[in-house]
Every structure is written in structure tokens, then in C-alpha cells.
């Protein structure tokens, strides 16, 4: 009979141990039940309506802020000073040497045989002068269009929060950086 009512004892203890277990699962399974819905509101909240309508309002605001930063006429000083000063300066070497010349055949020698050498060598620095000035462009416009998107980027940030979907920032140029690499 002891041993009867040992192995009662025994199985209301584990039965007690099991009901405990099943409902630290099942509390626990609601927690996590109730996290998801949370998170999943918290989703749903953040459903992105209309994307193209947000990129076509942008590109308005990004066309304009273009606009408004480019300047046309420093930047076609980035060609035009440059070249100006070689023919400032090749002028002047060419004047300098003709008034140098102390004969007609002189002058008839430099025209013919000095200048075309001395023209080439003008080619040649105004297309150096002109490459210079392409990479110096294309340096600024980059800058430009660098502060242009970052704009977009901050607009959109707030508009559309990745940290509030993802808990931690995405760097979009570096998404775009990789895309293009790809």
C-alpha cells in the first residue's frame, strides 16, 4: 500500500510539474503570440502606399534643387579662363617674336616655318586645357548630384523610415555603389 500511494504522490508531482511546464509554454507562447501582432501592426503601419508618387513629387524637388545649384556660368569658366589665358599667352609669344624680326624674310620664315609647329603646340594645350576642365566638371557635377540625392535620401528617410522597419540605418548610396559594381 506505501508503494500504491508513493507512486500516487510520484504522479501527482510530475503531473504538477507538467501543468507548471505547460503553462510557462503556454505564457510564453502568448508573449510571443502578442509580440508578433505587435510587430506585425507596427508593419502594417508602415506600408509604403505609393512609392511612384513619392519618386515623381522628388523628382520635381530634385530638378529644381539642380537648378537652383548649378551655376552655368562658373562652370563654363572652367573652360573658358583657361583657354582665354593660352591665347593670351600664345598671342603675346607669337607678337613678340614677329616684332623681333628684323626682316621681311624673317617674318616670311616664322609665318611659314615657326608658326605651324606653334600652332600645333596651341592644339595641343587647349585640348590638355579643355581635358582638365572636362574632369574638373565633371568632378563638381558629381558633387552636385552627390548633395542632391543626399537630399532625396533625408526626404525619403522621413517618409519612409528603414530604421523604424529594420531597427538599424541601410546606407542607400552603398546599396547603389554595390549595384552598380555588380
Request: proline fraction near 1%.
Amino acid at each position: 500500500m506505501m508503494v500504491h500511494n508513493q507512486e500516487w504522490i510520484m504522479i501527482n508531482h510530475l503531473i504538477k510539474i507538467q501543468s507548471d511546464i505547460m503553462n510557462q509554454i503556454s505564457e510564453t507562447a502568448h508573449i510571443k503570440q502578442k509580440q508578433y501582432y505587435d510587430r506585425l501592426n507596427e508593419l502594417k503601419a508602415y506600408v509604403i502606399e505609393d512609392l511612384k508618387s513619392f519618386i515623381e513629387k522628388q523628382k520635381q524637388s530634385i530638378f529644381k534643387s539642380i537648378d537652383a545649384k548649378y551655376d552655368v556660368d562658373r562652370y563654363q569658366q572652367l573652360f573658358i579662363k583657361p583657354i582665354y589665358e593660352l591665347v593670351n599667352d600664345y598671342k603675346a609669344g607669337i607678337r613678340k617674336v614677329i616684332f623681333a624680326a628684323d626682316s621681311k624674310q624673317k617674318v616670311k620664315s616664322i609665318c611659314s616655318e615657326s608658326m605651324p609647329k606653334v600652332l600645333e603646340k596651341f592644339g595641343q594645350d587647349c585640348s590638355n586645357a579643355f581635358s582638365n576642365a572636362s574632369l574638373e566638371l565633371n568632378k563638381r557635377l558629381k558633387q552636385l548630384i552627390e548633395e542632391v540625392f543626399k537630399d532625396f535620401e533625408e526626404s525619403f528617410e522621413k517618409t519612409y523610415s528603414l530604421k523604424r522597419i529594420t531597427n538599424h540605418n541601410i546606407d542607400l548610396k552603398q546599396i547603389v555603389v554595390e549595384a552598380d559594381i555588380s
